[in-house]
């Protein structure tokens, strides 16, 4: 290939050769092998002038076909994108003087593609590294050339879609931000005659509303007449952009749109039920997104009447729905590897009450029917049961229509019972038990969508369907609805299947115990959908086994149950191999019941603990040397099998102690704290703190070891990364202390010096990370006083407030414990944060422990006797009245 760089030429052979591969790369009928193929061209790609090619026969070569000259573009952009700066200036020069009369080329396709590159060029390199790009770009606007201007539009539209703030930014040498040159050209364009042109343009300027340039904001009248004009345009593609247009602004600046709103809702309300449906479904976004705003309601409690029918239309099955395909889908079939979505297993964390987002399993392709429902959800939450007028008689003619060909409209109705569940529940209340009763006989009905729906809508119910079970009536309804549930769970339908498995553990959930009594038909029915049920569903039937071990607990503990429950559950655990991803729900739905059933769990205990350190060191060997061990590394397998060796010591406490003396997991858990990744971290220092409360013993030798490691956790640069992992290292910490009491002091001011700062920063961290920060400084206080009570005035406020917010517990317990002794040991290092502790103190609701409460009572008058002269009345003088209350029982 060429060395030189001055004018540079292609050679033929080169030419000939990169054209040839990218023939064979690209065209499907070529017999020639793709990986060799790649192999060359990434061979090629060590040549300094290969881009150079690339460049020449995306521009120059006429001669080749189209899909030949794009391959060679795309390949371009990623060498670009990969290695921009590594490229040869001069050749940097020559692609650049190659692409720029391209913007114009005849074909749409060239244009594209080079639009494409030119973006890439300038997310690499700035604009101020292409100062003639813009030029061209404004004289192609320009022009009369329908092919320049096109072509010169499409790249800066993907400048705007990619990097919208390099065109609003000041470029060295320009007397102007290109946004100010460019943004009436692109206004000009709304008024094209061209599609196309019309199209690019808005979605350019699109761009902009989120950072609202100074152009944007001045040009704000224009840029709404001009919608306005294109509202009605005749190709969907533009009134989608409109609608678009008008959803973000009511997200991010409202204030804009305030003077037009009656017009913008009148507008929406009339594109809700245009022909084509993405135009439709974008509009549909901006009832959601009004509400979200919390604009003034009034606007469109105006249109309610007429916005909640368009609802109810687009929320029937669509005929091109691809669910209409999937609901004849036969129990039987087993299921593809691609209807398996990937599932993330949550580590656990332990410690204050900790809000974690319930996160979907399922991936659903977002349509209108399901804007539709979601739109109708949040109207219910704003108005309540002000919608009801408009609604209920649409869905009662709706679910009173008989014929098959009319079941999209029943379903439809149904869907809008369950999307309303929530916000109008006080209007419904009243009628409720007619409602349910006439559901119930719909799970039962011969089409499956109808029958899948009706399971979600009685799930939405499920609070008020329990809340009934304390009277006869409500009672005998729980069982109907419990009894058709199960009926579903037990369909032949796979998704029927999945809708009334989750919706059994909805209401699972909310029942608790008041499912104990319909346990063995609970179970199985569970147990015969489990032998049924295909790969994906089966997860779902392992979430719902764990939520009824989590509902009911020790009650699952009787020989009947566990005889229709265990064995099918263990003969899948046998067939499974130790790097199936099958295993990962059975070790969580195992985890479960093993707290559920406490020390009823022995008798599976053995061989689930063993195969869970087997698990956790072939992964540790994987991580090493995958291919001695013949699996690829998965921390899940880790995580998981942490989770259920947690769930076991929790459930069994110290009958676990056997099995922990004969195996390794010491060893493999000082691994595991020091894994790289957080998650892996996070379960190990769950399964620590558990290992401590249960067999202490064993953590014994190396206790110095982990509180290292534990310590690290909770230093700055980590603690910010993982919250959870810091929150799970300081409860572990704590649990350590409380049962080894002295054996912490070599270090514990090091672990001292990590929990200050988090309790002097408390209002900018997780509340849960700084109260177990305040109770493991208690207990770390309790095991040892005279270590820490010299520096105590450092942290005794921040610690004291800290206190103050914990519930009443026993970890609660030992930090006051802490507390009392620290005070002991040095009364005169709360003198200045006596208020603080006198608020921690009156925080307590009840103190179980009577050794505690006179604990508490000497601290309070030491303090009084030790303040002479009006000073003790003058700390109290400034303790609120409700603190004075609580105080004086304790007599001060």
């Known amino acids: 290939m060429a060395a030189g760089t001055a004018m540079w030429q292609p050679q033929e052979e080169g030419f000939k050769e990169i054209c040839g591969l990218l023939e064979q790369q690209i065209f499907p009928s070529s017999t020639a092998d793709k990986s060799q193929i790649w192999k060359q061209l990434q061979r090629y790609s060590q040549f300094p002038d290969f881009n150079n090619y690339l460049a020449f026969i995306l521009a120059r070569s006429e001669g080749k076909s189209i899909e030949v000259r794009q391959a060679a573009g795309l390949l371009l952009k990623n060498n670009i994108r990969t290695a921009y700066m590594s490229i040869n200036p001069a050749y940097q020069q020559y692609i ?80 102007e931000r290109p946004i100010n040159v460019f943004l009436p050209r692109m206004l000009q364009f709304f008024q094209s005659p061209h599609t196309s042109l019309r199209k690019l343009s808005v979605a350019s300027v699109n761009q902009y509303i989120m950072l609202m340039p100074a152009a944007l904001y001045a040009a704000m009248g224009r840029y709404l007449q001009g919608l306005f004009i294109l509202a009605n345009d005749s190709a969907g593609e533009v009134r989608k952009l409109v609608c678009s247009a008008f959803v973000q602004l009511i997200e991010i600046r409202p204030d804009f749109l305030k003077p037009h709103l009656r017009n913008v809702i009148e507008y929406m309300l009339q594109v809700n039920k245009d022909t084509d449906d993405e135009v439709a479904l974008e509009s549909c976004e901006f009832w959601s997104a009004y509400c979200e705003a919390q604009l003034p309601p009034d606007n469109l409690r105006e249109v309610l009447p007429r916005l909640i029918p368009v609802l109810l239309s687009n929320m029937a099955y669509a005929e091109d729905d691809e669910s209409l395909v999937d609901a004849e889908e036969d129990g039987s079939l087993p299921d593809r590897d691609q209807d398996i979505k990937p599932r993330f297993h949550t580590s656990r964390l332990h410690g204050s009450e900790y ?49 098959d060909a009319e079941w999209k409209e029943r379903e439809a109705a149904v869907l809008a019972l369950g999307a309303i569940a929530e916000g109008c529940i006080i209007g419904l209340y009243p009628h409720l038990t007619q409602i349910i009763a006439f559901l119930i006989p719909l799970l039962d009905d011969k089409f499956p969508l109808i029958r899948s729906i009706t399971c979600w809508t009685l ?29 579903r769970v037990v369909d032949d339908n796979k998704r029927v299947q999945e809708a009334a498995c989750s919706a059994f553990a909805t209401l699972e959930e909310e029942a608790g115990d008041v ?69 990962f729900p059975l070790l969580e739905c195992f985890t479960s019941i093993a707290l559920a059933l406490g020390s009823g769990f022995s008798q599976f205990a053995e061989p689930v603990f063993e195969r869970c350190i087997r698990i956790i060191q072939i992964q540790q060997q994987a991580k090493v040397d995958p291919a001695a061990v013949g699996v690829q590394y998965d921390k899940e397998f880790v995580v998981c099998s942490l989770d259920l060796l947690s769930g076991l010591i929790e459930g069994l406490g110290s009958n676990i ?113 700084v109260e177990n920060s305040a109770i493991t400084l208690g207990r770390l206080s309790w095991a040892c006083p005279e270590l820490i009570s010299p520096h105590m005035e450092h942290f005794m406020q921040p610690w004291c407030a800290a206190l103050a917010m914990i519930r009443d517990d026993i970890e609660k317990e030992d930090a006051f414990r802490g507390l ?15 208020v603080s502790m006198c608020n921690a103190i009156a925080s307590w609701n009840e103190i179980r422990s009577e050794e505690l409460q006179n604990e508490l009572c000497q601290v309070l008058h030491g303090y009084k006797q030790m303040l002479r002269n009006g000073a003790w009345d003058q700390c109290m003088s400034a303790l609120d009245p409700p603190v004075k209350d609580k105080l004086s029982k304790y007599r001060v």
């Not at 977002?366 to 219910?380: F, T, Y």
């Not at 939405?460 to 009926?487: C, M, P, W």
């Not at 503990?557 to 790097?579: E, G, H, R």
């Not at 009392?820 to 006596?834: H, R, V």
């Open 96 to 175: 650049k003087s190659e692409l720029l009369p391209c913007l114009g080329s005849s074909d749409r396709h060239i244009r594209s593609t080079v639009g494409t590159i030119v973006s890439t060029v300038i997310q690499m390199g700035g604009i101020i590294g292409w100062p003639e790009l813009l030029q061209a770009i404004v004289n192609f606007l320009d022009s009369d050339d329908l092919n320049h201007m096109e072509g010169a539009m499409d790249a800066l539209s993907k400048i705007c879609e990619d990097i919208p703030q390099v065109l609003d930014s000041d470029v060295p040498g320009l007397s």
């Open 355 to 403: 809000d974690g987002d319930d996160d979907e399993d399922t991936v659903n392709v977002w349509n209108l029917r399901k804007c539709s429902a979601a739109a109708l959800d949040v109207l219910s939450n704003v108005f309540g049961d002000e919608i009801l007028p408009a609604l209920m008689p649409i869905i009662e003619s709706k679910l009173l229509t008989t014929g």
């Open 459 to 487: 799930s939405r119910f499920s609070k008020y369907i329990v809340e009934g079970t304390n009277h006869q009536k409500g009672y005998e309804q729980f069982d109907h609805v419990l009894a058709g549930l199960l009926r």
């Open 515 to 583: 499912l104990a009594p319909k346990l063995e038909v609970i179970l199985q029915h569970l147990m015969i959908a489990y032998g049924k049920y295909q790969r994906r569903n089966l997860r779902i039937v392992y979430d719902a086994i764990g939520t009824l071990a989590d509902a009911v607990g020790r009650k699952l503990n009787q020989p009947t149950y566990l005889n229709i429950l265990m064995p099918p559950l263990f003969t899948k655990w046998q067939q499974l191999s130790d790097a199936d991803k099958d295993l």
């Open 657 to 769: 102690e056997s099995l922990v003396s004969k195996s390794r997991l010491g060893d493999l858990l000082i691994q595991c704290c020091m894994d790289d990744q957080s998650d892996v971290r996070q379960s190990s220092f769950a399964l620590v703190g558990d290992l401590a409360r249960a067999c202490p013993a064993h953590l014994h030798p190396r206790v110095a070891e982990y509180l290292n490691i534990a310590a690290k956790q909770l230093e700055s640069p980590k603690l910010k990364e993982s919250l959870s992992v810091a929150n799970n290292a300081c409860w572990a910490i704590g649990e350590i202390a409380v049962k080894v009491r002295q054996e912490v002091s070599p270090v514990v001011m090091t672990v001292v010096s990590c929990l200050v700062p988090i309790l002097q920063h408390a209002e900018e961290l997780n509340k849960s990370l």
């Open 820 to 834: 009392c002794a620290l005070i002991k040991a040095n009364p005169s290092g709360a003198l200045s944060s006596l």
